[in-house]
């Protein structure tokens, strides 16, 4: 059985020569990654499985939407760095009797470990919402939208329609980037429906693990300031700019 976490990488790696370059050949691959085509192929196997690529004969390209990875790559990676960012965030959520749960894995696994009994949640993300079906103590709201294929996300005008008419106590969420410059996600309309949530809700707490620290994402949400907390794991030689711009970080 491989190890994911290897798996994981070799994915990563032809994930961000295909950004760069949109298509390559199997053998392109192989050499700009000093992997063999045999492992390329199974590679590109499991990502046109989730959805990340289109195969063509000899090569892959990335499909129209794939700058969100898939949710099921996400829930693979970085699984350390969200769980102990789950575990410093839990100690700091304050009282609330609803609450906003965007489609993240990071706040995926922080709802594992947060008391939701009699609680009205409401979130755009499927996998979110099927665990917190099984639950009678739960009172469970989704808006329309359209479903995105990769992130299981509803996102779309619809979705983001029906937020302005929620107004919840506590918006809980993660992004795909985090900054001095601002909190950034990779798709517009993941983008809108947050900038909706952030303007309705009461408090707004960002969970950022250090991963999101120097990454790059083309839509601004926010800036780190208009948080009233950011949540990370990252040491305090990580966050020094940030706590520069007044935002308020929790980070122990």
């Known amino acids: 059985m491989p190890d994911n976490q290897f798996v994981n990488k070799r ?11 949109r298509r390559a050949s199997i053998e392109d691959l192989a050499k700009a990654l000093y992997m063999s085509q045999s492992t390329i192929r199974r590679d590109l196997a499991e990502m046109q499985q989730l959805g990340m690529i289109a195969r063509y004969h ?5 499909r ?3 700058d969100e990875l898939s949710i099921f790559t996400r829930l693979e990676k970085d699984t350390e760095h969200k769980q102990r960012v789950a575990e410093i965030a839990i100690r700091h959520i304050p009282e609330f009797s609803s ?3 965007d489609n993240s894995t990071t706040c995926l696994a922080l709802t594992q470990k947060l008391d939701l009994a009699g609680k009205l949640v409401v979130t755009n993300g499927l996998q979110l919402a099927l665990q917190l079906s099984r639950r009678k103590d739960v009172q469970l709201v989704m808006p329309g939208g359209s479903v995105h294929f990769n992130t299981n ?3 779309g005008s619809m979705a983001t329609r029906m937020m302005r008419t929620f107004t919840p106590d506590l918006m809980l969420f993660s992004c795909a980037a985090l900054s001095e410059k601002g909190i950034f996600e990779r798709s517009l309309e993941t983008t ?3 900038q909706v949530v952030t303007e309705q809700c009461r408090c707004r707490i960002l969970i950022a693990d250090e991963s999101k620290l120097g990454a790059s994402a083309a839509f601004r949400i926010a800036r780190p300031e208009d948080m009233d907390a950011i ?3 990252a040491p305090d030689e990580r966050i020094s700019a940030l706590k520069a711009t007044g935002a308020h970080l929790l980070n122990i």
Not at 11 to 21: F, P
């Open 58 to 62: 000899g090569g892959a390209m990335l």
């Open 192 to 194: 809108q429906l947050k």
């Open 231 to 233: 949540i990370t794991d």
């Open 11 to 21: 994915i990563d790696g032809i994930y961000e020569y295909l950004k760069k370059h």
């Open 99 to 101: 609450v906003f749960i």
């Open 64 to 66: 129209d939407g794939a």
């Open 153 to 155: 996300a509803l996102t």
